[in-house]
T-cell receptor, first 119, second 109 residues
Framework: DAGVIQSPRHEVTEMGQEVTLRCKPI?????LFWYRQTMMRGLELLIY????????DSGMPEDRFSAKMPNASFSTLKIQPSEPRDSAVYFC?????????????????FGEGSRLTVL | RKEVEQDPGPFNVPEGATVAFNCTYS??????FFWYRQDCRKEPKLLMSVYSSGNEDGRFTAQLNRASQYISLLIRDSKLSDSATYLC??????????FGSGTKLNVKP
């Protein structure tokens, strides 16, 4: 089975440009999470969706960031305009049901990440 | 105050050693607990869930102390392949998962 698929894997852009990151979750997973990882702040939850509906976006840093999930198999994270401090690795993760379950369904499955550099 | 705090390390240990990591969490209402492993420039992957009674998976043992709000991971008979960053993860009942900054482990031959 395919895992969580993210694109692009690497993006280098200039300050002020629009950046769009894409994610395809594992089929059948009802939860989708967007995380950002930096050396200084570690992994931070930006937003998560349940059944395509945004449930909590309190981690989105500011209005420059937006996320959508138009259907169960696709989500985007957009940054407009981008700034150098947005440079990070952005991970998408999906889960059937997040939580500790002995049958393993509680696991968060991460994509390989999108490494963003804003010059 | 951070939701989850970990000693960043690095922990440098020889092969065969036993090593223990701790992490503390701030929200006493937290519901779920995990250890994830992240290799350099890779995505995090679940190592094990942590249950109230403690649990073991081969050479790995996880413990939860709700009263003191800390979680531990014990690795016995360390292998070179155990070298990675270990992330402590705590979830609340709203499906929000907070990751610690990670503890780096280097196992030396």
């Amino acid at each position: 089975d395919a895992g969580v698929i993210q694109s692009p894997r690497h993006e280098v852009t200039e300050m002020g440009q629009e950046v769009t990151l894409r994610c395809k979750p594992i089929s059948g997973h009802d939860y989708l999470f967007w995380y950002r990882q930096t050396m200084m702040r570690g992994l931070e939850l930006l937003i998560y969706f349940n059944n395509n509906v945004p449930i909590d976006d309190s981690g989105m840093p500011e209005d420059r960031f937006s996320a959508k999930m138009p259907n169960a198999s696709f989500s985007t994270l957009k940054i407009q305009p981008s700034e150098p401090r947005d440079s990070a690795v952005y991970f998408c993760a999906s889960s059937l049901y997040p939580g500790p379950r002995r049958d393993g369904t509680g696991e968060l499955f991460f994509g390989e990440g999108s490494r963003l550099t804003v010059l | 105050r951070k939701e989850v705090e970990q000693d960043p390390g690095p922990f440098n240990v020889p092969e065969g050693a036993t090593v223990a990591f701790n992490c503390t969490y701030s929200n006493s209402a937290s519901q779920s607990f995990f250890w994830y492993r992240q290799d350099c420039r890779k995505e995090p992957k679940l190592l094990m869930s942590v249950y109230s009674s403690g649990n073991e998976d081969g050479r790995f043992t996880a413990q939860l102390n709700r009263a003191s709000q800390y979680i531990s991971l014990l690795i016995r008979d360390s292998k070179l392949s155990d070298s990675a960053t270990y992330l402590c993860v705590v979830g609340n009942n709203f499906n929000k998962f907070y990751f610690g900054s990670g503890t780096k482990l280097n196992v030396k031959p």
